[in-house]
T-cell receptor, first 114, second 111 residues
């Protein structure tokens, strides 16, 4: 039973399109995250979110928006896709945001914008 | 956020012990030190976490000196399957976010 699952695993789309990536966790965690890993393999946090607070990395364009229908889901919506958005996107969750907690990651979604 | 510094890459041979050191000179009193492992095409995976002295689990050991300004991840008798990127994480960033990853150390285990 997968703890953090993302769909789709692969996504190929044209520039200018709007797309969503879904994430679900069955761990009962309170906090979820989205990360972007580019071709240089740098893993950058984009958002962290719980039912109280959304923390946005200031470098993330406002074309990216997280949507959380409930505590177990955090979907990533991307508007007007650009070539530079091509990357692997990882969803993660943790019990809380304390320094001694552990994050669990999904398998990633490879987004290719053509 | 305690800035961390790790070697960009390391090579080792099967069966050897590998030690990866992370420097975190401005670690805060409340900060824990956590290591993650990432295989190609997979998400990072928690390996070990510690606050001070030594922590050991079935995968690795973590050595933390008394001043806590560095830590060393020790992988005993590595195999080819230990080839991965290893990340050292310490503290929160300026936005209060946890789990902020640096470039990591790319470990290549050779036969």
């Amino acid at each position: 039973d997968t703890a953090v699952s993302q769909t789709p695993k692969y996504l190929v789309t044209q520039m200018g399109n709007d797309k969503s990536i879904k994430c679900e966790q069955n761990l009962g965690h309170d906090t979820m995250y989205w990360y972007k890993q580019d071709s240089k393999k740098f893993l950058k946090i984009m958002f962290s979110y719980n039912n109280k607070e959304l923390i946005i990395n200031e470098t993330v364009p406002n074309r990216f928006s997280p949507k959380s229908p409930d505590k177990a889901h955090l979907n990533l919506h991307i508007n007007s896709l650009e070539l530079g958005d091509s990357a692997v996107y990882f969803c993660a969750s943790s019990q809380d945001t304390g320094g001694n907690t552990e994050a669990f990651f999904g398998q990633g979604t490879r987004l290719t914008v053509v | 956020l305690a800035k961390t510094t790790q070697p960009i890459s390391m090579d080792s041979y099967e069966g050897q012990e590998v030690n990866i050191t992370c420097s975190h000179n401005n670690i805060a009193t409340n900060d824990y030190i956590t290591w993650y492992q990432q295989f190609p095409s997979q998400g990072p995976r928690f390996i070990i976490q510690g606050y001070k002295t030594k922590v050991t689990n079935e995968v690795a050991s973590l050595f933390i000196p008394a001043d806590r300004k560095s830590s060393t991840l020790s992988l005993p008798r590595v195999s080819l399957s230990d080839t991965a990127v290893y990340y050292c994480l310490v503290g929160l960033d300026n936005y209060g976010q946890n789990f902020v990853f640096g470039p990591g150390t790319r470990l290549s285990v050779l036969p």
